[in-house]
């Protein structure tokens, strides 16, 4: 078991910055894959960047390339999603989500109940 609670939702204009928090706990995290899916209204989810548990892989999809940067702190059983340059078509509802097969292996296992982003241009 694992649960997720996402924060660093908001209201921003085009080409600001947010940074997203996904606090993970429970006795199974430790060798997760971790991800960030989001999901803009009345559209299906889609994945949006994913990191190995030790940092060492991410992947992005390419409209969020050079702009989003998932990070991760062990330590603190945290993932983060800095996202840059922000686009109004990045509004969404942004969920973090964690997996026990390996990066790129979907699929998901545990979710986070999301944390609104809304870009204005």
């Known amino acids: 078991q694992v649960q997720l609670v996402e924060s660093g939702g908001g209201l921003v204009q085009a080409g600001a910055s947010l940074r997203l928090s996904c606090a993970a706990s429970g006795r199974s995290f430790g060798r997760h894959t971790m991800g960030w899916f989001r999901q803009a209204h009345g559209k299906e989810r889609e994945f949006v960047a994913a990191i190995s548990w030790s940092g060492s892989r991410t992947q992005y999809i390419e409209s969020v390339k050079g702009r989003f940067t998932i990070s991760r702190d062990n330590a603190r059983n945290t993932v983060f999603l800095q996202m840059n340059s922000l686009k109004p078509e990045d509004t969404a509802v942004y969920f973090c989500?964690?997996?026990?097969?390996?990066?790129?292996?979907?699929?998901?296992?545990?979710w986070g109940q999301g944390t609104q982003v809304t870009v204005s241009s």
């Open positions: 989500a964690a997996s026990q097969r390996p990066i790129g292996q979907g699929p998901y296992d545990y």
